[in-house]
């Protein structure tokens, strides 16, 4: 069974800096994974997606992940926070690149300081 | 496209009462699925359907719980008799089974039983 887990339920940083979300996945074939936002009171939106095309995935609003499979991690980051990004991410994984099955973490809350 | 439509975006019940929640998924998408979400328990998967059909409902907490898919624009999701335990955030979600569809959720219904 392939389960996701995300270190540190919440993370702060200040605008400008580097954001750093940790997610490591479990998955017994080769996953797909996923990065979803949420902002208050909406639904998840997905971010980026690895489908093992290319270890370096490029989402929208500037996140990126890299898949690297010796380490099991799937981290997201962002070269420089800005307050619109404060929310809460989710990664994910599932057996397939569609979404028949797909397991979310617990999630990390992003907090910005300005 | 709407998005996916839930309804209502509120609800306030009392203990015992049966709570009906409702989803639109977007037209063309054939899955769908339902989630819960709370603090403690972070997004849970509670069943999904594929081409109106149930695939999975592992993740029904209980029998209090059941949820249809009379056709490909409709879902529900019943809890009878409802309890305080079931306060929570519920999400439809749906997608298309085409590789690189990602899910596209709902904002959600919050239900609050007393």
């Known amino acids: 069974a392939q389960s996701v887990t995300q270190l540190g339920s919440h993370v702060s940083v200040s605008e400008g800096a580097l954001v750093l979300l940790r997610c490591n996945y479990s998955?017994?074939?080769?996953?797909?994974l996923f990065w979803y936002v949420q902002y208050p009171n909406q639904g998840l939106q997905l971010l980026l997606k690895?489908?093992?095309?290319?270890?370096l995935v490029k989402g929208i609003n500037g996140f990126e992940a890299e898949f690297k499979k010796s380490e099991t991690s799937f981290h997201l980051t962002k070269p420089s926070a800005h307050m619109s990004d404060a929310a809460e991410y989710f990664c994910?994984?599932?057996?397939?690149?569609?979404?028949?099955?797909?397991?979310f973490g617990s999630g990390t809350r992003l907090s910005i300081r300005p | 496209d709407a998005g996916v439509i839930q309804s209502p975006r509120h609800e306030v019940t009392e203990m015992g009462q049966e709570v009906t929640l409702r989803c639109k998924p977007i037209?063309?998408?054939?899955?769908l699925f339902w989630y819960r979400q709370t603090m403690m328990r972070g997004l849970e998967l509670l069943i999904y359907?594929?081409?109106?059909?149930?695939?999975?409902d592992s993740g029904m907490p209980e029998d209090r719980f059941s949820a249809k898919m009379p056709n490909a624009s409709f879902s529900t999701l019943k809890i009878q008799p409802s309890e305080p335990r079931d306060s929570a955030v519920y999400f439809c979600?749906?997608?298309?089974?085409?590789?690189?569809?990602?899910?596209?959720f709902g904002n959600g219904t919050r239900l609050t039983v007393t």
């Open positions: 994910a994984v599932s057996l397939y690149s569609s979404a028949s099955k797909i397991i």
């Open positions: 359907f594929n081409n109106n059909v149930p695939i999975d």
């Open positions: 037209s063309g998408h054939d899955y």
């Open positions: 690895y489908t093992s095309a290319a270890t």
């Open positions: 998955s017994s074939v080769p996953p797909y």
């Open positions: 979600a749906s997608t298309r089974t085409a590789d690189n569809s990602p899910l596209h």
